[in-house]
Every structure is written in structure tokens, then in C-alpha cells.
């Protein structure tokens, strides 16, 4: 029992000094937390002051920064109004200046249509056609001339004019309503979230009937559709092209013949799948913005004022090849016509002027030997002629 007593008391004792040491580390790790403690509740407080110091510098500048913006904003919408006042002004004197000087060439191409028509069929003795000036000023009518004389006649220019405006027509893309009708229930459906919260308002306390026309439009508009240009574009990113064989779209047609089928392949066009809705609204509008962007400032040209219709202006280009076929239109074989007949003219009047000056001394030699003959028949007729031995009346008689 001693042994075992004494086996107990070492274990005891064994124990107590290792709780002693445990005791002592955590008394020492608990001042070494308490002076962490401290340290870190020292470094939260110069955290927060800076960070109300940050804070209140921060909101100072940003109501700064705020003014200073709607200062800028409102001075830009000032300058935009003048801009469009003066654009509009100068605009207004372009095609004055324009329209006087278009008169004045006016003038000066028909003097010189009507010089053309005297030297053609009074000079050269040709068959002369007037040109159409409405050719000069429009030059998508320039292929009008079908027989290549160089003259265009009426039924060649309504022929032209028709084919430009079927071109034009050609060019404008038809969307089916049906395909706009899944285009906006699909967007409906999938980023209704791109209208504003008034406006769904709004639209929910409409009738149902006015109500999906009024959707449809606040959709349109809030992805900047305003054309049907815009809305076949818009297809284009919701509508993908699929390959179908022949054999399935005979299938699909009740099984045609290979003339009916249209070919070993066909292209039809199908819907996306609603998970990509998003990104083809966001292809479509970074696409709608890249396009702005790439057009020239001029195009700020349409404005309005006080209701008015648009305003547009000439590009230069244009200007520059109005102005240069407005002094060209009398072609480059009618100016060599009229320098050769120049040319012959002028040795013609060179011709006719030493005639005329041969003729004048003709006249003067005339008038001389008139006066001489005056002369000699007054000498001849003098009394004095018979008091001489031999009057000049006998000489004369001798001699002949």
C-alpha cells in the first residue's frame, strides 16, 4: 500500500508541476493575446478615423465632382442649342450662297448650250440636241444612254429613274410580323428587366389587349429600334441559319421532287434558344454602338427646330463633282469642234482683213486717180494754154 501510496503521490506531484507549467504558459499567452488585443484595438481605432477622414474627403469631392458635372452638362446642352442655332443659321446661308451661285452657273451653261446650237447648226451645219441637265445634276442617271450618242432621251431617263428606285426598293428588307412577334415575346419573357420600373407600371395597369402593343413598343424602343432597317438587324441576332438535307425536307414537304425540294440543300432560319437572349441583346447593342461611333460627327446635321423637317448638307464630295459636271457640260470632242473651228475662223478673219485692207486701197487709189483726173482737166481747160506755141491738147493729140 506504501508503494502504491507512494506510486500516487509521484504521480500527484507529477501532475500538479506539469498543470503548474501549463498554467504558467497560458498565463503568459494571455498577456501576449491581452498586448496583441490592445495593439490591434489601437490599430482599429486609427483605421476608423482614417477611414471617416477618407470618408468625409471623399463625399466632399464627389459633391464636387457632382456640381462640376451638371455645371459641364448644362453647359453642354447650352453649346448644343447654340450649335444648333448656328448650324442651322449657317446652313440656311449655305443654300442661299448655294442657290445664287447655282443660278448664276445656270446662266452660263445655257449662254453656253445656246453658243453650242449656233456654231452646230449655223457654223457646222450639224443636227444639234440639247442634253439633259437633270443628268449633270443627278449622276446615278449617267447610265441612262443606251445608244451611246452622248444625248438621253425621255422614255431612257424614266427607265433609269425606275430602275433606281426598284434598286432602292430591292434594297429594303421586309421582316414578317411573325418574326417579330417571337422576337419580342422572347425578350419579354427573357430581359423584361431592361424596362424601367415605371413603365411596367404602367404598362400592367393597361388593358391586356393595349398592353402587349404597348410592350412590344417600350421594348423596340429600349434597344434603340426605331426603323425596320433596325428590326432586320435585330433578327439577325435572333435568328440563326440551319442546314437541312433533302431528304428531310422532302420529308418535311410530304416528299417533293428534286425541283420542288430547291436543291440538295436548303437554308431555313430558327429561332434562339432562350438562354442566349441576353448575349444577342448585348451583340446587338455593342453592335448599334460601334456603328455610332464609326459615323462621322457631320451626321449631327438632322436637327429640328420649332417642329421643322430635317436638315441635310451636301458632302463636299458631292459638291466638288456637282460643281466640276456643272463646268463640263459641254464634253471634251465638242471643245476640240470648237477649237479647230477657232482655229479656222481666225485664218478666215485673217483672210477677210487684207481683203477688206486691199479693198480699202483700191478705194483710196480711186479716190486719187479722181482727183488727178480733176486736176488735169482743169489744167487742160486753163485759158492760159492758148497763148502757148504748142498747147498740151496738141501734144495730147500727138501722142495718141
Known amino acids: 500500500m506504501r508503494a502504491t501510496y507512494q506510486l500516487n503521490t509521484e504521480k500527484l506531484e507529477y501532475n500538479y508541476r506539469v498543470l503548474t507549467e501549463r498554467d504558467n504558459e497560458n498565463t503568459s499567452t494571455l498577456q501576449k493575446q ?10 482599429l481605432s486609427k483605421f476608423v478615423s482614417k477611414y471617416h477622414k477618407d470618408d468625409a474627403r471623399d463625399r466632399k469631392k464627389n459633391e464636387d465632382l457632382s456640381e462640376e458635372y451638371r455645371r459641364i452638362t448644362k453647359q453642354y446642352k447650352d453649346l448644343q442649342s447654340k450649335f444648333r442655332h448656328f448650324e442651322l443659321a449657317d446652313n440656311k446661308k449655305f443654300e442661299a450662297v448655294w442657290g445664287m451661285h447655282e443660278e448664276e452657273v445656270d446662266q452660263y451653261v445655257e449662254q453656253v448650250l445656246k453658243a453650242d446650237k449656233i456654231i452646230n447648226e449655223q457654223l457646222l451645219g450639224w443636227a444639234w440636241r440639247s442634253p439633259d441637265l437633270e443628268i449633270v445634276r443627278n449622276p446615278l442617271l449617267m447610265g441612262a444612254d443606251e445608244d451611246g450618242d452622248g444625248q438621253y432621251t425621255l422614255e431612257e431617263l424614266e427607265a433609269q429613274k425606275q430602275k433606281l428606285k426598284d434598286e432602292e426598293e430591292a434594297k429594303k428588307v421586309h421582316v414578317p410580323a411573325d418574326k417579330i412577334r417571337s422576337i419580342v415575346s422572347l425578350v419579354a419573357e427573357e430581359a423584361g428587366f431592361i424596362l424601367d420600373k415605371g413603365v411596367k407600371a404602367a404598362i400592367d395597369s393597361l388593358p391586356p389587349a393595349d398592353a402587349s402593343l404597348a410592350q412590344a413598343q417600350a421594348l423596340l424602343q429600349a434597344l434603340g429600334v426605331d426603323s425596320e432597317e433596325d428590326i432586320s438587324a435585330l433578327s439577325k ?21 428534286g425541283e420542288e425540294a430547291g436543291g440538295a440543300i436548303e437554308r431555313l432560319q430558327k429561332l434562339i434558344q432562350p438562354n442566349q437572349v441576353v448575349k444577342a441583346i448585348n451583340t446587338f447593342v455593342q453592335g448599334r454602338k460601334g456603328d455610332a461611333e464609326a459615323r462621322p460627327a457631320a451626321k449631327f446635321m438632322q436637327m429640328e427646330e420649332e417642329g421643322s423637317g430635317e436638315v441635310e448638307k451636301k458632302k463636299p464630295s458631292e459638291e466638288k463633282l456637282f460643281w466640276e459636271r456643272m463646268a463640263n457640260v459641254i464634253s471634251p470632242s465638242t471643245w476640240s469642234t470648237w477649237d479647230h473651228l477657232e482655229s479656222s475662223l481666225k485664218s478666215y478673219n485673217t483672210l477677210l482683213e487684207s481683203r477688206a485692207s486691199g479693198i480699202s486701197n483700191v478705194n483710196d487709189l480711186g479716190e486719187q486717180n479722181g482727183k488727178l483726173k480733176e486736176l488735169l482737166n482743169q489744167y487742160l481747160g486753163s485759158r492760159i494754154n492758148d497763148e502757148l506755141i504748142v498747147p498740151p491738147t496738141d501734144t495730147i493729140k500727138l501722142g495718141k
Open 34 to 43: 491581452k498586448k496583441k488585443l490592445t495593439k490591434i484595438k489601437d490599430d
Open 237 to 257: 441576332y435572333f435568328f440563326v441559319d440551319v442546314k437541312v438535307e433533302k431528304s428531310a425536307l422532302e420529308d418535311l414537304e410530304g416528299g417533293g421532287d
